[in-house]
């Protein structure tokens, strides 16, 4: 069983940054990729980015893409969400999710990322 493990969510001023970090426990060979999500209230779970393990593709699923930068780690089954110009309507939980090969996804506990003055 992954387990997923996030940390980096908090609350920022409009037009700060935050990094999210996301790392799998153990030594999973069964991940192919690696995103994040998230969820406003009131609102449905999106695609924020995703990236694969191997050739470290990328895939942003909205307008951030020049706000938000995802990397991976230079451990294995580390990735991390860098945040720039943050804004209110980037408030929200923050979900990392691992692809898995043969296998269901694995989702983390979810980190609140809140952006108010």
């Known amino acids: 069983q992954v387990q997923l493990v996030e940390s980096g969510g908090g609350l920022v001023q409009p037009g700060g940054s935050l990094r999210l970090s996301c790392a799998a426990s153990?030594?999973?060979?069964?991940?192919?990729?690696m995103g994040w999500y998230r969820q406003a209230p009131g609102k449905e779970r999106e695609l924020v980015a995703s990236?694969?393990?191997?050739?470290?593709?990328?895939n942003y699923g909205g307008s951030w893409k020049g706000r938000f930068t995802i990397t991976r780690g230079s451990a294995k089954n580390t990735i991390y969400l860098q945040m720039n110009n943050l804004t209110p309507e980037d408030t929200a939980v923050y979900y990392c999710?691992?692809?898995?090969?043969?296998?269901?996804?694995?989702w983390g506990q979810g980190t609140q990322v809140t952006v108010s003055s």
């Open positions: 999710q691992a692809n898995r090969l043969l296998q269901p996804d694995a």
């Open positions: 153990g030594s999973d060979n069964s991940i192919t990729a």
């Open positions: 990236i694969t393990i191997s050739g470290g593709y990328t």
